[in-house]
């Protein structure tokens, strides 16, 4: 009897070993993720109980923003104020149950229907060129009419630029802006589409 329950006891502290020298090895070899330092072998006698402490993180199942797919506006050097742009309020809504930021990593520009025009990262411009960039709001429902705080657009290249963040479930808005030079033409329309990203903030 005394055999048994020895074989016993001993098999428990095999499978405890392996168990935890496990957990030791996928730590330091970066599966787990955390730090070596929070995992330590111990020796536990035979008779004895122990606790093993095993952290989970609940991660979220979806990130979701919604906004507009189709956004018009009217660029004009008539418009007062330094953002020559007219744009409708871009409505941003946060699905998600974390912290989100809405970034735009790439921003697909045609310019072929404004002849001579060309593409400027503002807010400076040439006569000949544009400048596009989106505004987070800071006043409810007012159109910006400074182009402070703009993040600014580059065209046909990678980039990564936050436009704003939300907190969990949280909604703002942003705003389209921008400033022209005097020899771009006009009565003609250009499209600027930008691929936004949705990270954890």
Avoid: C
Avoid at 60 to 78: A, E, G, K, L, N
Avoid at 104 to 111: E, G, I, K, M, R
Avoid at 165 to 171: G, H, I, R, V
């Amino acid at each position: 009897m005394k055999k048994k329950m020895l074989i016993s006891a001993l098999a428990v502290m095999l499978v405890a070993g392996v168990l935890m020298s496990g957990s030791y090895a996928a730590a330091s070899d970066g599966i787990v993720g955390y730090a070596v330092e929070a995992y330590q072998d111990e020796d536990i006698p035979i008779g004895s109980s122990n606790e093993v402490t095993m952290v989970g993180t609940v991660e979220p199942t979806i990130m979701s923003v919604t906004m507009p797919t189709y956004v018009p506006f009217h660029i004009s050097r008539s418009v007062q104020g330094d953002n020559k742009v007219i744009s409708p309020r871009i409505n941003i809504i946060n699905n998600s149950s974390i912290p989100v930021s809405l970034d735009v990593v790439y921003t697909a520009v045609d310019l072929s229907r404004l002849p001579g025009a060309a593409w400027a990262i503002g807010p400076v411009v040439d006569s000949n060129q544009i400048a596009i960039g989106l505004q987070p709001e800071s006043l409810a429902n007012q159109m910006p009419t400074t182009l402070e705080q703009t993040r600014w657009l580059v065209d046909n290249m990678a980039q990564n630029v936050n436009i704003i963040s939300l907190s969990a479930y949280d909604s703002s808005a942003i705003y389209v802006v921008g400033t022209l030079g005097s020899a771009v033409p006009e009565n003609e329309s250009f499209t600027v589409t930008p691929t936004f990203v949705v990270r954890e903030a």
